[in-house]
């Protein structure tokens, strides 16, 4: 298990009042980001048409362990994509194995507000999900903090401000489509969803 903890800055000091309409939004945008981070960083597509698969709502099933005074702090903790489907990520070469889905969404979030443009890898889906995140931070609150994420030494800030942004960034990604790709099946991989096309050129 892995530890987190999202904090909706801005609240009331030494009083512990949050509206339940804001943490069911902020909850709900947390677990759909998780979700969509997830699945873009195992299967390269955020969304999928059919039933999400057993495995991302196992490994999104975070618990809430602590609520703190303040600035609403929610402990949180999560297992690793590890934990959750050793078969499918226990491999010692998997490196995602190790991540939660917290981690992922943070490595995400963290690119948009962080990063140059150039550098996101997301899909609209995807940013639309880190938009609306984004957003909760604007119902009565400065901003949202989350802490204990991998690669990060201080935790990662966000205001609904960066929602404008994200916004933009999702109204300038290409809508997904279909492309066709002639070649020589090559490797197939029985428990990841790649193969290994040879083109005509090598």
Do not use: Y
């Not at 938009?131 to 690669?151: N, Q, Y």
């Amino acid at each position: 298990m892995s530890r987190h903890t999202l904090t909706l800055l801005g609240g009331l000091p030494d009083a512990l009042r949050v509206s339940a309409a804001v943490l069911h939004e902020a909850l709900g945008a947390l677990l759909e980001g998780d979700r969509l981070a997830t699945r873009f960083a195992v299967e390269g597509e955020s969304v999928r048409k059919g039933p999400r698969p057993v495995w991302l709502d196992a490994a999104c099933d975070f618990a809430i362990t602590g609520l703190s005074a303040g600035s609403a702090l929610l402990a949180l903790e999560a297992p690793t994509l590890r934990e959750v489907d050793a078969s499918r990520f226990g491999r010692a070469d998997e490196p995602m194995g190790e991540q939660t889905p917290g981690h992922l969404l943070g490595g995400v979030l963290a690119s948009l507000v962080e990063a140059p443009s150039d550098d996101i890898v997301a899909d609209r889906a995807l940013l639309e999900g880190c938009a609306k995140f984004a957003r909760v931070s604007g119902g009565g609150f400065d901003g949202i903090r989350l802490e204990g994420l991998r690669g990060r030494s201080g935790p990662l800030l966000i205001s609904s401000r960066d929602a404008v942004r994200i916004e933009r960034l999702r109204d300038e990604t290409p809508r997904s489509q279909a492309a066709r790709v002639a070649g020589t099946l090559d490797t197939v991989s029985a428990s990841r969803a790649n193969i290994v096309l040879t083109l005509k050129d090598g």
